[in-house]
């Protein structure tokens, strides 16, 4: 019986391919010519950062990223005076304060250092910050959409601390942008001799204008504003600069009414982004794809749960899994109409587990607006709809 449905099935699928009316047109004559630059098929254009044209925040549509690396074209963009178009043989680079020998690099100085590629996530301490009163997005892009995953190209902060020398006094780095909010963030120096790179190179070309482009500040695990874009200028100093940024924007409210300060490392934090809100399941197998980063390093694991969290199983993660990067995670599942509740919870290298929104609220309460890296979820109903849970 099933060799016959197989044998008819072929006859129908070699007389469809057969038909001349059937073959397409891309295959009637020679395709295009390939561009200089190459761009996305004119068939993805529903895939795109949201909202479209804005000046000082755009969100990454993270439910159509298909690896752990996101498209430059399609990285989240948070600027708080807009993209600088800056000409990088106008672009200097200084480097004072606390250091035996001051120094002014210019783009060509720096591509001569040796060079790292390294694949780090970014991730705006502002994202999910709509929801700590509860779910307020209805898709993963609205929720999660202010994070980004990308190989970064460039030289150790440390390579340049040595030409300069430090001082023994200097503890902290101010680094500052050139872009017309003179953006800077104060960063402890531990993190200038541990992983910190000037990078120029994003993807395997030049920085975007939007990513700070000719070179920005690549804080591995920090919270996005950490990661100076349009970098100008490194000053070694013995205590951090509390600029606007830092008192007015990156201060946590806590429930006592004391603010926590230089929040630096983003936790442990994943999302489902697949199903996810907006999007319909159909019968049958599926799968459950996700992305789980830790700013304290590798992901250890991931469960996922779709019953609203009675149970937990351990999802596959995929390779790489690289320290402060994204990891993809997925689990199958059959769906046949019933009602289902997702959720997704990453355990970092250290132990770290991925806490409640409750467990959270309880130490932070509602109004620290930055930080939140709460388990989230979504409902799949009996339509196959999918919606925040
Ligand atoms: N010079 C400068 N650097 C900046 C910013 C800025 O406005 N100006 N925004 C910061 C913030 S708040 C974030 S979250 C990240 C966003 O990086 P991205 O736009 O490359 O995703 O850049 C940071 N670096
Ligand atoms: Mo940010």
């Known amino acids: 019986m099933a060799c016959m449905r197989r044998t008819s099935f072929l006859q129908r699928a070699f007389a ?45 549509p993270l439910a159509a990223q298909r690896g752990i690396i996101t498209a430059s074209g399609l990285c989240f963009v948070r600027c708080h005076a807009g993209i600088p ?67 970064w190209t460039g030289v150790r902060l440390r390579d340049l601390l040595e030409l300069v020398g430090v001082s023994p006094s200097a503890r902290w780095f101010l680094a500052e942008g050139a872009d017309a909010a003179a953006f800077d963030r104060s960063i402890p120096i531990a993190k ?38 349009w970098l100008r200028r490194i000053k070694l100093l013995a205590q951090p600069v509390y600029s606007r940024e830092e008192t007015a924007r990156y201060t946590d409210l806590m429930p006592n009414g004391s603010a926590r300060a230089f929040t630096l490392i983003m936790e442990a934090k994943s999302v489902i982004v697949s199903p996810s809100g907006g999007q ?65 919870r990453a355990t970092d290298e250290t132990g770290y587990v991925q806490p409640t929104l409750a467990q959270l609220v309880r130490v932070r309460g509602v109004n620290s607006g930055y930080h939140n890296n709460a388990i989230h979820g979504w409902r799949v109903s009996t339509t196959g709809a999918v919606s925040r849970l």
């Open 16 to 60: 469809m391919l057969a038909g001349t009316n059937v073959i397409p047109g891309w295959m009637r004559e020679p395709g295009g010519t390939v561009p200089a630059y190459g761009s996305p098929s004119s068939f993805e254009s529903a895939v795109a950062r949201s909202p479209a044209d804005a000046r000082n925040i755009a969100l990454s």
């Open 85 to 151: 178009a800056i000409d990088p043989s106008q672009h200097r680079l200084l480097i004072h304060g606390l250091v035996k020998s001051p120094l002014v690099l210019t783009m060509g100085d720096l591509a001569r250092l040796p060079a790292v590629a390294r694949i780090h996530f970014l991730e705006c301490s502002g994202n999910t910050g709509s929801e700590w009163r509860g779910p307020a997005a209805e898709t993963v892009q609205q929720s999660h959409g202010l994070a980004s995953c990308c190989e």
């Open 192 to 229: 200038a001799y541990d992983d910190a790179l000037l990078a120029y190179g994003q993807n395997g070309e030049m920085l975007r204008p939007e990513q700070g482009y000719p070179l920005r500040l690549i804080v591995p695990g920090y919270e996005g504003s950490a990661n100076v874009k």
């Open 280 to 344: 319909h399941v159909s019968s049958g197998r599926n799968q459950v794809v996700g992305f789980a980063w830790s700013g304290r390093g590798k992901i250890a694991h991931v469960d996922v749960s779709l019953d609203g969290g009675s149970s937990w199983r351990r999802a596959a993660l995929d390779t790489p899994v690289l320290p402060k990067a994204f990891s993809r995670f997925t689990v199958a599942f059959d769906w046949n109409g019933q009602d289902m509740a997702l959720l997704s």
